[in-house]
C-alpha cells in the first residue's frame, strides 16, 4: 500500500501539472470504491484545481469555481479526496494515450489531458468533501510524522502500553506511517518492533523520531518504494527498495551484523527485524510460570 512517500511524490507531480487546470467532464467506469460519483460527475465539471497537497496518506485536490458564481456556497472551494489503496495510480496523461486496464475513473482536464484513476483491486477511496467538513475529516487523522516535534513524539509514546510498532502504524497516532517505513524506522533505531512504548526510555524514542523523520525524508527524495504496484504521477518507479535494509528480506543478512533477518508478526502485521540488532524485549521479572507442589498428607499405616 502507498505510504506517506509514495503519497508525498504523487502530490508532488500533481501540483506540477494541475493547478490552474479547469476540469471539464468526469467519466467513471467502476464505482464500488467512490462515494457520491453522481455529485462528483455534477460538480466538478466547471471547477479549477487551485493545489493538491496530502493529509497523511489521502491526496487532497482543491478547486474552486473557474468563473464567479451568484450563490454563496458555490463559490466555497470542495476537495478531491482520494486515497490510493493498495494499487490505485493517479496519472495525468493525453486524451489519445492508450486506455490501460482498470482505469476506472477520467477527469478531462481543458487542456486536452486527462487525469485518470487506475487501480487494480479497487480497494482505494475516492470522496467529495465540502470546504466546511474539512477539518473534521482531516481531525480523525494523527500527527504529521514530518511536522510533530521530538517532544509531542515522545509524550505521545511514552504513555501508552501498546506495542510500539502499532503505535506507528496507528493512523490516529501518526498519520502516513505504514508498514515498511516503520520496519525501517524501527531497525535505524535498534528497536523490536514488539517493545512496548512506555518502556522505552525518553532517549529511545527520541532516538525513533529522529530516524522516523530520517527515513521518510530519505524515501521521498527516492521517490518512494515500489515493491508491488507503485507509480508516481508519471507512471514512474520509485527507487527506496533499493534501500530496504529489513522490510521483506526475512532470511537474508543484516547489513549491518550479518545475521539472518527474521519475520514475525506484530498488531496483525507481517513485521522484519534484526535479531541482534533489535532484541526482542524481555520478560518480566517474576514473570515465569509458578509450580504448585501437592500438599502432603498425613496417612495411617
Not at 504523487?10 to 467512490?34: A, N, Q
Not at 468563473?67 to 495525468?92: D, K, Q
Not at 504529521?144 to 509531542?152: H, Q
Amino acid at each position: 500500500m502507498p505510504e506517506l512517500p509514495e503519497v508525498e511524490t504523487v502530490v508532488r507531480g500533481l501540483r506540477l501539472s494541475l493547478p490552474g487546470r479547469d476540469f471539464t467532464e468526469v467519466r467513471f467506469g467502476k464505482t464500488d470504491f467512490v462515494e457520491g460519483p453522481e455529485a462528483i460527475a455534477e460538480r466538478l465539471p466547471g471547477m479549477r484545481v487551485a493545489d493538491v497537497t496530502r493529509m497523511g496518506k489521502f491526496i487532497c485536490i482543491a478547486m474552486e469555481p473557474a468563473a464567479a458564481r451568484s450563490a454563496e456556497t458555490e463559490r466555497a472551494p470542495v476537495y478531491l479526496i482520494v486515497h490510493l489503496g493498495m494499487t490505485g495510480r493517479l496519472t495525468v496523461l493525453p486524451s489519445a494515450e492508450p486506455v490501460v486496464p482498470h482505469t476506472h475513473v477520467f477527469f478531462a482536464l481543458d487542456d486536452g489531458r486527462e487525469l485518470r484513476y487506475t487501480d487494480i483491486r479497487r480497494f482505494g477511496r475516492m470522496l467529495l468533501v465540502e470546504h466546511a467538513a474539512l477539518p473534521e475529516f482531516s481531525g480523525h487523522l494523527g500527527k504529521e510524522p514530518l511536522e510533530i516535534s521530538a517532544e509531542e513524539f515522545w509524550r505521545e509514546f511514552s504513555s501508552r502500553r501498546a506495542r510500539v510498532k502499532a503505535l506507528l502504524l496507528d493512523q490516529s497516532v501518526l498519520r502516513g506511517v505504514g508498514n515498511i517505513y516503520a520496519d525501517e524506522s524501527l531497525f535505524r533505531a535498534r528497536l523490536h518492533p514488539a517493545r512496548v512504548a512506555e518502556n522505552l526510555s525518553k532517549d529511545q524514542l527520541l532516538l525513533l523520531h529522529q530516524k522516523v523523520r530520517t527515513v521518510l525524508e530519505e524515501a521521498i527524495l527516492a521517490r518512494g518504494s515500489s515493491v508491488s504496484d507503485y507509480v508516481d504521477s508519471e507512471g514512474k518507479r520509485g527507487k527506496f527498495q533499493q534501500r530496504h535494509r529489513v522490510y521483506q528480506r526475512d532470511g537474508l543478512l543484516c547489513f549491518r551484523c550479518h545475521a539472518k533477518i527474521k519475520r514475525t508478526i506484530v498488531a496483525g502485521r507481517s513485521s522484519h527485524f534484526c535479531p541482534r540488532c533489535q532484541p526482542a524485549p524481555r520478560g518480566r521479572k517474576g514473570s515465569r510460570k509458578r509450580v504448585t507442589l501437592p500438599k502432603k498428607t498425613n496417612r495411617r499405616r
